[in-house]
């Protein structure tokens, strides 16, 4: 069966910190991958996917996702955070043509 | 942007009652979803909805849960004897088309509280 993890559940970072949040998933096929963010008190918003092509992927507010296939992994990084990214961070992978699996998310807080 | 929208935004109801959650998806999106979040849990998937028919849904969606487009535009789930462990945010979901290339949009959610 399909599975994403997300191995961390709280990261704390300062201000202008660099972040890299991992997520790696178990599927055998072809994969189409995801990030999305949950602000407090939001909705889930996409912020970036992966579907094919080059396997370094630009999303907004200066998010960016690396496919490793090889690695079955797709963390997410971004190179300076600012305290507005405060949030929740999701990873997916799209099981199947109806559903998308979520991982158990990562809690970022940033001191600002 | 357009956006997903769900009532009620919080909903607070007693063990064994019904519950109907509602969504007005984007408006020219096709596919319809359903997903939950126990708090502190991950988001779980529940169903999918297309062509007036569920085209797949999970192991959490039993009996007791059902979904219906009752005027051609509005997605629900209902609830038909509410457990506590069905507290839960609940969120609609819709897209264009089938999930390959397309984006899936996200209501605010439903929160459900049981007691």
């Known amino acids: 069966a399909q599975s994403v993890s997300q191995h961390n559940h709280h990261v704390i970072l300062s201000e202008a910190a660099s972040l890299e949040l991992g997520c790696n998933y178990s599927y055998g096929g072809t994969v189409n991958l995801f990030w999305y963010v949950q602000y407090p008190g939001q909705h889930l918003q996409l912020l970036l996917k992966y579907f094919s092509g080059d396997p370094l992927v630009k999303g907004i507010k200066g998010f960016e996702a690396e496919f490793i296939k090889s690695k079955f992994s797709f963390n997410l990084r971004k190179p300076s955070v600012q305290w507005s990214d405060t949030a929740e961070y999701f990873c997916?992978?799209?099981?199947?043509?109806?559903?998308?699996?979520f991982g158990s998310g990562t809690r970022l807080s940033i001191r600002p | 942007e357009p956006e997903v929208t769900q009532t009620p935004s919080h909903q607070v109801t007693q063990m064994g009652q019904e519950v109907i959650l509602r969504c007005a998806p984007i408006s020219n999106h096709l596919y319809f979803y359903w997903y939950r979040q126990i708090l502190g849990q991950k988001v779980e998937f529940l169903v999918s909805?297309?062509?007036?028919?569920?085209?797949?849904k999970s192991e959490i969606f039993d009996d007791q849960f059902s979904v219906e487009r009752p005027d051609g535009s509005n997605f629900t789930l209902k609830i038909r004897s509410t457990k506590l462990e069905d507290s839960a945010m609940y969120f609609c979901?819709?897209?264009?088309?089938?999930?390959?290339?397309?984006?899936?949009?996200f209501g605010e959610g439903s929160w459900l509280t049981v007691v």
């Open positions: 909805f297309y062509n007036n028919e569920i085209s797949e």
């Open positions: 979901a819709s897209s264009q088309d089938r999930m390959s290339g397309n984006t899936i949009y």
């Open positions: 997916a992978v799209e099981s199947s043509a109806s559903k998308i699996i």
